[in-house]
């Protein structure tokens, strides 16, 4: 009887003190899991360290040296010279566009030449029939006529020159007469005889005109009148 009473005295006892046993543990096992949670952040926030350089001294020899120095002058000669190519390249290729160019434009005014004459030959029809009368029909069909031929020139860079009402420039003018105009000053120009055309900034044929005679000149014409 009192064997049974130990054995559940001893039983009760191992009972009792088995979760006071287990309590270090589970604090120990808390901390671990603490120390690794906190370990894990502490990574996060820590920059990343640079990986190891694989980069290792070499070490040459002289006659090695002086074949890279050697090799390093070839390369910056071939890069001169292929510079040099290129810059002489871009430079042909403009001289070409420039001489292209001057070759079309000095057969335009070769042409241009030959057909502006035919404004001459327009003017005086239409100054002929302007002065007939029942030619009305014949007169603007040949207005219709000149504004195409003259949208024709200016389809290749051709232009005729304004000078009637603008002073004598002997650049774009030819003066052919003087005449004694009322009220016109000197030299400007007052009728247009045979007209002119440019093609840019070059001329193809001044335009001939008469400029108005300075004043003294008409004051003796009316006097000798």
């Known amino acids: 009887m009192n064997a049974q009473n130990e054995a559940g005295h001893e039983s009760a006892e191992q009972n009792a003190g088995e979760p006071a046993a287990q309590r270090p543990q589970e604090a120990a096992n808390d901390e671990e899991h603490t120390s690794q949670a906190e370990t894990a952040e502490a990574r996060r926030e820590r920059p990343a ?34 510079q040099r190519a290129v810059a002489d390249c871009q430079n042909l290729r403009k001289r070409i566009d420039r001489m292209r160019e001057t070759i079309n434009r000095d057969a335009i005014k070769r042409v241009a030449l030959q057909v502006v004459s035919l404004a001459d030959g327009l003017a005086r029809a239409l100054e002929i029939v302007d002065q007939t009368q029942g030619a009305e029909n014949i007169a603007e069909g040949l207005r219709l006529l000149e504004k195409e031929f003259y949208s024709i020139l200016d389809n290749f860079g051709v ?19 003087q005449e004694a105009v009322e009220g016109a000053e000197p030299n400007t120009v007052v009728r247009e005889l045979k007209r002119g ?26 006097q000798g009148t």
């Open 159 to 177: 232009q005729p020159i304004e000078a009637v009402g603008k002073p004598f420039d002997p650049h774009y003018h030819e003066a052919l007469l």
């Open 197 to 222: 055309f440019v093609m840019g900034e070059e001329i193809i044929r001044p335009t001939a005109v008469a400029v108005a005679a300075p004043q003294q000149d008409t004051q003796e014409a009316d």
């Open 49 to 82: 360290a640079a990986a190891p350089s694989d980069q290792r001294p070499v070490t040459i020899t002289f006659a090695q040296y002086e074949e890279l120095k050697t090799l390093a002058r070839e390369r910056d000669e071939y890069l001169r010279r292929l």
